[in-house]
């Protein structure tokens, strides 16, 4: 299985929109609904922000949504905060019950 | 409260084998709908998912590493244990371990809860 391609960075303004694809395949994007995103700052774990391509675990801000169309998800974050910056990983369950990640995108908050 | 804690070397030689340990808190490995997984990630790398088992022993394994690593569980400590063979400088990595929680029989594949990591280096 091949990592789901990412940006490698992206960057937005305080109080703008930015959106970050994930690029899968019929095999994995295109085939389930259990695309994740996940947050990590430097030096810590990675966070679930997405799950179920857009839903949202509890205490994660409604300025992070989800969506996808066909083997493309995409996370949108509204409202850029400095806490933003951070890198954004998509992931997805696969059609042979595995997972895979994307290879990361680094947010900038300017 | 969720805690999953990643112990093991932090040094190991090109061709040894590894063994990682995930010390679980708050919840039982045991539990109907718990997975817990193994994601790495090498210095200023991507994520990549490794391995993970559930609750009731199904073991997953990533296709491009699954000739070498087992993962198991130890119900009576509540952890689960990875082991990686043959082990090579392109493996130096933070290894996380990181929980899968089913809820109410709905099927949840994500990782919601993970450890704090542990870097393990290779090198002779």
């Known amino acids: 299985q091949s990592a789901l391609t990412q940006p490698a960075s992206v960057s937005g303004s305080r109080g703008q929109s930015i959106t970050i694809s994930c690029i899968g395949s019929?095999?994995?994007?295109?085939?389930?609904?259990?695309v994740s995103w996940y947050q990590q700052h430097p030096g810590k774990a990675p966070k679930l922000m997405i799950y179920?391509?857009?839903n949202r675990p509890s205490g994660v801000s409604n300025r992070f949504s989800g969506s996808n169309y066909g083997n493309t998800a995409s996370l949108t974050i509204s409202g850029l905060l400095p806490e933003d910056e951070a890198d954004y990983y998509c992931?997805?369950?696969?059609?042979?019950?595995?997972?895979?990640f994307g290879g990361g995108t680094k947010l900038t908050v300017l | 409260q969720i805690t999953l804690r990643e112990s093991g070397p932090t040094l190991v030689k090109p061709t040894q084998t590894l063994t990682l340990t995930c010390t679980l808190s708050?919840?039982?490995?045991?539990?109907?709908?718990?997975?817990v997984g193994w994601i790495r990630q090498p210095p200023g790398k991507a994520l990549e998912w490794l391995a993970l088992i559930y609750w009731d022993d199904d073991e997953r394994y990533s296709p491009s590493l699954k000739s070498r690593l087992t993962i198991t569980k130890d119900t009576s400590k509540n952890r689960v244990v990875l082991t990686m063979t043959n082990m090579d400088p392109v493996d130096t990595a933070t290894y996380f371990c990181?929980?899968?929680?089913?809820?109410?029989?709905?099927?949840?594949?994500?990782?919601?809860?993970w450890g704090q990591g542990t870097l393990v280096t290779v090198s002779s």
């Open positions: 708050g919840f039982p490995v045991s539990s109907s709908g718990v997975g």
């Open positions: 179920e391509v857009t």
């Open positions: 019929s095999s994995d994007v295109g085939v389930h609904k259990y």
């Open positions: 990181a929980r899968s929680q089913d809820v109410s029989g709905y099927f949840l594949p994500y990782f919601d809860s």
């Open positions: 992931s997805s369950y696969t059609s042979t019950n595995t997972w895979v």
